[in-house]
């Protein structure tokens, strides 16, 4: 499998504020298209890609639906929900197999990204 394809949307947010830089679309075979990839920089200046994910939901302790573990209050019984940040996790919608297809993305998001800073 190979990239051929990598868009960059640069993130139109203060960037003292968060470690967002971009997000990436990426072409595979030219026949699959990851959309939303996240470009985020650590403190030390390196950058990372996050794949599409979502927050996975905890149960309400009154009518045991499910909702985010961020909720104040649950948004079917309306009962008083204990906010816990600790338990707030986030299960990956894309997840790639082999090591050899997620450094490509990668690498290749990464060039783009820099590239397109540069041209600013």
């Known amino acids: 499998m190979k990239v051929t394809k990598v868009e960059i ?3 139109s ?3 003292s504020k968060t470690r967002l830089r971009a997000f990436a679309s990426v072409v595979i ?3 699959l298209k990851i959309n939303n990839i996240r470009v985020i920089e650590e403190k030390d200046k390196r950058l990372f890609i996050s794949l599409l ?5 905890v149960k309400c302790s009154s ?9 104040k209050y649950c948004s079917f019984c309306g009962a008083s929900h204990v906010q816990n940040f600790a338990e707030q996790k986030f299960k ?4 790639f197999i082999t090591p050899a297809i997620s450094d490509e993305v990668k690498e290749k998001v990464v060039v783009e990204y820099k590239k397109q800073v540069n041209n600013i």
């Open 9 to 11: 949307r640069l993130a």
């Open 53 to 57: 994910s979502v927050e996975q939901r």
């Open 92 to 95: 990956n919608l894309v997840q």
């Open 29 to 31: 075979d030219d026949c």
């Open 13 to 15: 947010v203060d960037r």
């Open 63 to 71: 009518c045991n639906k499910k909702i985010l573990p961020t909720d």
